[in-house]
């Protein structure tokens, strides 16, 4: 995105091409864990954007080029802290296993799948999701029962669902967790995110479907994504913006790539919407 909208920017120079309308191109920092210091920082210091500018993020896409998106599941990370009590491996009668307790409670929170089990065909999956991700080490050896154990999940719900609908539910797990294993549980939120979606008739959603096709002659089709984007930032603050590129989806992958010709394709497609009236 940073060098399609350049190219896309430095070649109306070039050619000295005025466009109709100010074109700006903004680059922001922190966008994977939380962008507390990119986009929210300059939505909160700074009165950069219009309710009515065409704003487009190049944060995401399809190797066609034929989805755009338009919403975003609320998004909520979290860290388990369990605390039972440290024994050695061969009396757990002696101690409190806060590993078995912190797996306990992973399925719990894994299981709210089937609780908040609305599906909506815009996203993919259609689907809300809680899944266990990272685990922090306890113990270094195998025959020592864990007094403490850390993990986090990653969960990604549906917009119909508030985050302090998901909250209920967590507490509720918790607290099965404590009674059954005499544990201590606490949890943060590193990150959460909840936005409402760009309406598929806005400004910027129809100009971006028209550029596409006059540039591509690929027709495309609205989407609602799991990830985040700034796009989720913007729209909280009642701006309405797009997220759309032409990209094959290796991000966070093993020998994550950019095809040139797709950046070539991005920039025309870019270029035509700063001459759009």
Aim: some cysteine.
């Amino acid at each position: 995105g940073l060098v399609a909208s350049t190219v896309a920017a430095l070649a109306l120079l070039r050619e000295g091409i005025t466009p109709p309308h100010t074109v700006k191109l903004l680059f922001v920092a922190d966008e994977e864990v939380g962008s507390t210091y990119g986009i929210k920082y300059l939505l909160k210091e700074h009165n950069l954007f219009k309710k009515d500018d065409i704003i487009l993020i190049p944060d995401g896409g399809d190797s066609q080029g034929a989805t755009i998106e338009v919403a975003e599941k609320n998004l909520m990370w979290l860290q388990f802290t369990v605390k039972g009590k440290q024994t050695h491996g061969s009396r757990p009668d002696e101690g409190i296993n806060a590993t078995l307790a912190g797996y306990d409670l992973a399925l719990r929170v894994h299981g709210l799948e089937t609780v908040f089990d609305k599906r909506d065909a815009l996203f993919d999956p259609p689907y809300s999701t809680f899944q266990p991700t990272k685990k922090e080490a306890n113990v270094p050896n195998i025959n020592t029962i864990p007094g403490e154990d850390v993990f986090c999940m990653d969960c990604r719900i549906l917009p119909c669902y508030t985050l302090d609908q998901v909250r209920v539910e967590l507490r509720r797990c918790v607290k099965e967790v404590e009674d059954k294993y005499g544990v201590k549980v606490e949890w943060t939120e590193p990150q959460t995110a909840e936005s409402p979606a760009t309406p598929v008739d806005a400004p910027v959603a129809r100009r971006l479907a028209e550029a596409v096709k006059a540039v591509t002659g690929v027709d495309t089709r609205f989407i609602g994504i799991g990830g985040g984007t700034v796009g989720a930032e913007l729209r909280v603050k009642g701006f309405n913006a797009v997220v759309w590129s032409k990209l094959d989806e290796t991000a966070h992958q093993p020998n994550e790539y950019t095809i040139i010709d797709n950046l070539i394709s991005d920039s025309q497609v870019m270029a035509y919407m700063m001459l759009q009236e």
